[in-house]
């Protein structure tokens, strides 16, 4: 078997790619497939912004048996697993901490597959995990890390000594209701007069929720929405790093969230869709209306969920005003390689000190379920 790397996913085989997704256990996600990822390179979403592709590929002879979705970063823009203050310790301590190696989806905080592998193969991704320290070492990269993996990666990834660090997001489950009512029901009574509340208020303004599949969206609708896109990330002294051309390109995976007051589109949002969960994943609006962006993000969304029978719903990172909100606490969990050994001695110490910090409060999020306690 021969290990190389490409700066781009055009000389991979697209249908090899799609295979290793399916066989280690991507099929429902959209993100690790071969279409997102080629989308990003193709339109302008990338190299600007400090993300240069470097994936890694195992071939069999002819067959492509692994891969890894990977890129050498020079900043930490876009990957929601923040290793800010370590940057900042290198470079008061005069050492490189950028560029890194990163296996990741670009601006997509999703779990996912990560190391790809024929049949799932245990071997296979422990000559991926080694092809990456290799190039670490052969360009000097200060580290190599990979985020929003799946349990099995995780596994693979401990295996060879890296660290583990973990963080929770909020995640809504289908328990196949019936409607929105049905799932009312199983709330307390304080988050189920709250949530009620807080929808009365939207349709009081006269607003009204438009869904549309991405397929289905006029030129007009598509200006409208990348505006909203644009916007959040102006407010937020962001960089809205993905093009109009980009959310184009994968316009039927789409699901796109209108409020319209007076006949007119005052906010929306985006989302992605899989045969089983419902991804959020950008939102915006022209100006503030009260309790609007919880219909448009959160409560439309479930109403999809349970309207087109998905299981799941993951309306992005951080957030702990979605659990009042019927979203329960997920574990999230990336793995790191640090070369210089000081550093990775005093990373590992403030990792394990983090560890049983969020072990607490993953605690207190669970002791505050929104839900009837039984």
Not at 83 to 99: C, S
Not at 101 to 124: C, E, F, Q
Request: include cysteine; proline fraction near 3%; aromatic fraction near 12%.
């Amino acid at each position: 078997m021969k290990l190389s790397t490409v700066d781009s996913l055009s000389t991979v085989d697209e249908k090899q790619w799609n295979a290793l997704v399916n066989e280690s256990g991507g099929k429902n996600n959209p993100f690790i497939q071969y279409d997102f990822l080629r989308a990003l390179e193709q339109h302008d979403c990338l190299q600007n912004w400090g993300w240069q592709a470097n994936h890694l590929l195992i071939h069999d002879k002819e067959i492509l048996v692994g891969a890894c979705p990977a890129y050498i970063k020079h900043n930490s823009y876009g990957e929601f697993v923040f290793d800010w203050a370590w940057a900042d310790a290198y470079q008061r301590n005069d050492l490189d901490y950028y560029p890194k190696l990163v296996t990741s989806i670009p601006y997509t905080p999703a779990k996912g597959p990560r190391l790809l592998a024929l049949n799932n193969d245990d071997a296979i991704k422990e000559q991926l995990i080694k092809g990456a320290l290799e190039i670490v070492d052969r360009k000097k990269l200060s580290s190599a890390h990979w985020l929003f993996c799946e349990e099995d990666d995780i596994a693979a990834l401990t295996k060879e000594d890296l660290m583990i660090r973990f963080d929770y997001q909020f995640h809504w489950q289908n328990q196949n209701y019936k409607d929105f009512d049905h799932f009312l029901q199983q709330l307390s009574s304080k988050k189920r007069k709250n949530i009620k509340r807080e929808r009365r208020i939207v349709v009081e303004k006269n607003i009204v929720i438009v869904v549309k599949q991405g397929n289905e969206l006029s030129e007009k609708e598509w200006q409208t929405l990348y505006q909203f896109y644009q916007i959040t990330f102006m407010k937020k002294s962001g960089t809205a790093t993905l093009t109009l051309a980009f959310f184009q390109a994968m316009a039927d995976k789409l699901v796109a969230i209108f409020a319209q007051h007076n006949d007119k589109i005052v906010a929306g949002a985006i989302c992605f869709q899989s045969e089983s969960t419902l991804y959020g994943r950008h939102w915006g609006c022209y100006e503030d209306y009260d309790s609007l962006h919880f219909e448009v993000c959160y409560y439309t969304g479930i109403e999809y969920c349970i309207h087109h029978n998905l299981k799941h719903f993951e309306p992005g990172a951080q957030g702990e005003h979605k659990l009042a909100r019927g979203f329960l606490p997920v574990k999230t969990q990336s793995a790191h390689h640090i070369k210089n050994p000081d550093f990775k001695a005093a990373i590992k110490d403030f990792l394990n000190r983090e560890e049983k910090a969020m072990l607490d409060y993953g605690q207190i999020l669970n002791e505050s379920s929104p839900f009837k306690k039984t």
